[in-house]
């Protein structure tokens, strides 16, 4: 449903997706910093152990409840070939207890009912099943599919003044359009910037950064009927930072808008050229409670104001609806 969809982009980390044009871009909200991959391809534990490594990340560790619905959130939004996917627990059945495999005690579980049991004292590796979303000790040796975990490397949130965003770098070089496409299918869009102050919040992430991309797209265009430029949410335009002799439209058809990593600056550009681009997504605010377990300190999220919030404007919009239909059918 729509409506589900809009709370998991909103409350979830999006998931890092690979394929031909490169990795996706991720979000996380602003308590670990981290970012998913689910991977439907059929692979031993150790293998996608491997492969996650390979890419500067690991096997899942499901800590907290949240998380564990945020996963169960996007994994619902697929049709899986795998019955289970592997998590990052290779020592189920230890003495003093199930671990996960940097070591760390379980702080939250999710087993299925009769789980983890065993059988032939060879099942001590974790999954988790793709139809219920529940936990499974299987043999490490079967072939399922997986989900890495990664720490973002550029998920950077800010509240300065009235901004409650927070903005995701990608140097996969793809059009303007294509860029858009991209940020919109994880609940984003290309970045607006509208002030002083969220200029000079993005240029400090850029300063420390190492780029290999001359330019980003930022969502400023002329793709308007009225040929007039805004912003990819509809605003028009109260701040710019345009480079000396920008934007100069040359030849007449740059309708798009880059941020250099040079110097910062804006210019408008081909929308058929290819360059990274910037997502920017609404911060989510959370309250963080912090709950001492084995003298260890746990993060856990309280979401009953998202959810009020999420109650009301489905009210407004459930209303709105109901009132459309009444005046349809009087005129009709």
């Known amino acids: 449903m729509i409506s589900q969809h809009i709370f998991n982009t909103i409350i979830s980390f999006l998931l890092l997706t690979r394929g031909s044009g490169g990795a996706k871009p991720c979000i996380s909200i602003d308590v670990r910093g981290h970012c998913y991959q689910i991977v439907d391809t059929n692979t031993t534990w150790a293998a996608a152990s491997r492969i996650c490594k390979e890419n500067d990340g690991h096997l899942i560790f499901i800590e907290t409840a949240e998380e564990q619905q945020v996963i169960k959130g996007q994994m619902q939004k697929r049709n899986f070939t ?127 950064k190492t780029f290999t991309v001359e330019g980003l797209w930022i969502g400023a265009n002329k793709l308007h009927p009225e040929n007039q430029r805004t912003w990819a949410n509809g605003h028009r335009f109260t701040y710019a930072n345009w480079a000396k002799g920008e934007p100069n439209n040359k030849p007449y058809v740059e309708n798009c808008t880059e941020i250099s990593t040079s110097d910062f600056t804006w210019n408008d550009q081909e929308c058929s050229n290819q360059k990274g681009y910037i997502c920017e997504f609404p911060r989510v605010s959370l309250k963080i409670r912090t709950n001492i377990i084995d003298n260890r300190k746990i993060f856990s999220i309280t979401y009953r104001h998202l959810i009020f919030a999420y109650v009301l404007i489905w009210s407004i919009m459930f209303a709105t609806y109901v009132l459309h239909k009444h005046i349809h059918e009087m005129q009709s």
């Open 82 to 208: 795998a019955d289970a996917l592997w998590i990052g627990s290779a020592n189920v059945h230890a003495e003093d207890g199930p671990r996960w495999q940097n070591g760390e005690s379980f702080t939250y579980v999710n087993w299925a009912k009769g789980e983890p049991n065993n059988p032939r004292e060879e099942e001590t590796c974790a999954e988790i099943r793709t139809y219920d979303f529940k936990w499974n000790d299987k043999s490490c040796t079967l072939h399922k599919g997986y989900i890495c975990e990664k720490t973002d490397d550029f998920n950077t949130c800010t509240t300065v003044g009235n901004i409650r965003h927070c903005y995701q770098i990608v140097q996969d070089e793809i059009t303007w359009l294509q860029a858009s496409k991209s940020c919109s299918q994880i609940g984003g869009m290309l970045v607006t910037i509208e002030s002083i102050a969220e200029q000079q919040f993005i240029k400090d992430q850029m300063q420390n």
